[in-house]
């Protein structure tokens, strides 16, 4: 739907009233909404455009996408506000002075923990809900935390990578691996010294 004062505000609300369990994207081919209301002060003079013009970033910290579209065609977004960009991009290069400095994700930022248990402190079912072979001794549950905003097409090709590099390498059957990803609100992080660096 378009981000207008029905869609955005409908947006907000489902994401809201949902505690973030629904999924809210917003298609809308405008990059910042210029308010109808009001807009007789700007025709009058008193106040200017940029008075009644409201960027969609503002959307973000309710966790909703925005696609800036209506026909399905790709766009190339420059940003410095990384929740805004995260929400929106499935591919993030960064540039320093018009050269390619990163791309992705970048490469220090893996901060990972594995815990080998044992059978009798590590549950599972061999089979729920849909497996073609059973689970076996290798079982591995991997839990991904990220930052909320990632599309289902990002999380597709996150979980091809994990189970093609599981099967190459250690040799596991995909039908062993389990993945969930749990996505937190953007303001969530502190890496250290008590700081919000996304805040
Ligand atoms: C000059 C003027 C003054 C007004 N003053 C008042 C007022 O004082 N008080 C009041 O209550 N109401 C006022 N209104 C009415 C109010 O603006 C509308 O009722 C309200 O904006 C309707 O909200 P909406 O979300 O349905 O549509 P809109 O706010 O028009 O939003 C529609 C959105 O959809 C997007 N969109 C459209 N087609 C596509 C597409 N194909 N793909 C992607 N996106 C698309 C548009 O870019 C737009 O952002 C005024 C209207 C005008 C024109």
């Not at 809201?16 to 007789?40: A, H, Y």
């Not at 766009?75 to 320093?96: D, Q, R």
């Not at 549950?123 to 497996?131: G, T």
Request: proline share 3%; net charge negative; aromatic share 8%.
């Amino acid at each position: 739907m378009g981000g207008g004062y029905g869609g955005a505000t409908a947006a907000k609300y489902i994401r809201m009233w949902s505690d973030g369990k629904v999924d809210v994207t917003l298609v809308e081919r405008d990059g910042e909404f210029i308010s109808c209301p009001l807009s007789n002060l700007v025709i009058g003079g008193s106040k200017g455009l940029g008075d009644i013009t409201v960027p969609y970033s503002g959307l973000d910290k309710w966790g909703i996408r925005r696609i800036r579209d209506e026909r399905g065609t790709s766009i190339l977004m420059t940003e410095h506000v990384m929740a805004a960009v995260m929400s929106l991009c499935e591919h993030v290069v960064v540039l320093e002075a018009g050269k390619l400095i990163a791309s992705g994700v970048p490469e220090k930022d893996r901060f990972q923990r594995v815990l080998e248990l044992n059978a009798d402190d590590f549950r599972f079912d061999a089979e729920y809900p849909d497996l073609t072979a059973r689970r076996t001794d290798d079982f591995v549950l991997i839990e991904i935390l990220f930052s909320v905003g990632r599309s289902v097409k990002v999380k597709k090709k996150i979980l091809a990578d994990i189970v093609g590099a599981l099967s190459k390498g250690p040799g596991l059957n995909p039908e062993n691996v389990m993945v969930c990803f749990k996505e937190t609100l953007w303001e969530n992080w502190s890496f250290g010294g008590g700081r919000l660096i996304h805040a």
